[in-house]
């Protein structure tokens, strides 16, 4: 692997990440979450993500190394979202609103990665369109979010949509359960959020009127 290549990949995973963490931060503060907590929450996270990601590749190679091309980031994204929702329940947060929020950034990263990928693939319209599509998804997403769609089923939704996208896209191999564990932990959270919604519903429709 050559050293452009390295900076290539680093910059790839690195601007991505940021605007994640940035994003997820920004809507968080908007939310009204106290903010050292959140920051101390991304830490938390990306220490897990970290751990868990390097752990993976440890057990799969047998070897401990800092190559990029060898980290999973597939076990990484799953560890970052499970420890920032152990956080979130011990901050007594609306565990539905942050994996809302990290779900929604993950939509605005994704679309900085294609943009990355676009440059690497020599220019391909295909990444493009993609990146353009999630842009707008995400504007929608943040601005609309409330109005069209209830805390937590946006989680659902969306990590719904990268799991199927990712089960499509990856080779069978390890990557394949934590994408899995995700899809379930999105299929947990809809349940439920829906749960919830039916039970509160409920309670309202056997509420006699006042008159």
């Not at 190559?67 to 152990?86: H, R, T």
């Not at 599509?133 to 504007?139: C, G, I, K, R």
Request: hydrophobic fraction near 55%; charged fraction near 10%; include cysteine.
């Amino acid at each position: 692997m050559t050293m452009l290549n390295t900076i290539q990949a680093v910059l790839g995973i690195a601007i991505p990440t940021l605007v994640w963490f940035y994003s997820f931060w920004s809507m968080s503060k908007k939310d009204g979450f106290d903010q050292e907590k959140v920051f101390d929450m991304v830490l938390y996270g990306l220490f897990g993500a970290l751990s868990l990601g390097f752990i993976i590749e440890v057990v799969t190679h047998g070897r401990f190394s800092l190559n990029i091309q060898d980290f999973n980031l597939y076990a990484a994204v799953f560890g970052f979202v499970d420890v920032c929702s152990f956080v979130a329940l011990k901050y007594k947060w609306s565990l539905y609103r942050v994996l809302d929020n990290l779900a929604t950034s993950f939509v605005l990263a994704a679309a900085f990665w294609l943009l990355t990928m676009f440059a690497k693939s020599q220019f391909k319209s295909s990444y493009v369109v993609a990146s353009v599509a999630l842009f707008v998804s995400n504007f929608v997403l943040q601005k609309y979010r409330p109005s069209f769609i209830k805390s937590g089923m946006g989680f659902s939704l969306i990590s719904g949509i990268f799991c199927l996208v990712a089960l499509l896209l990856l080779p069978k191999n390890l990557n394949l359960i934590f994408v899995g564990l995700l899809f379930t932990l999105s299929l947990v959270v809809l349940i439920f959020r829906l749960r919830s919604i039916y039970g509160r519903t409920k309670v309202d429709n056997s509420t006699p009127n006042n008159f």
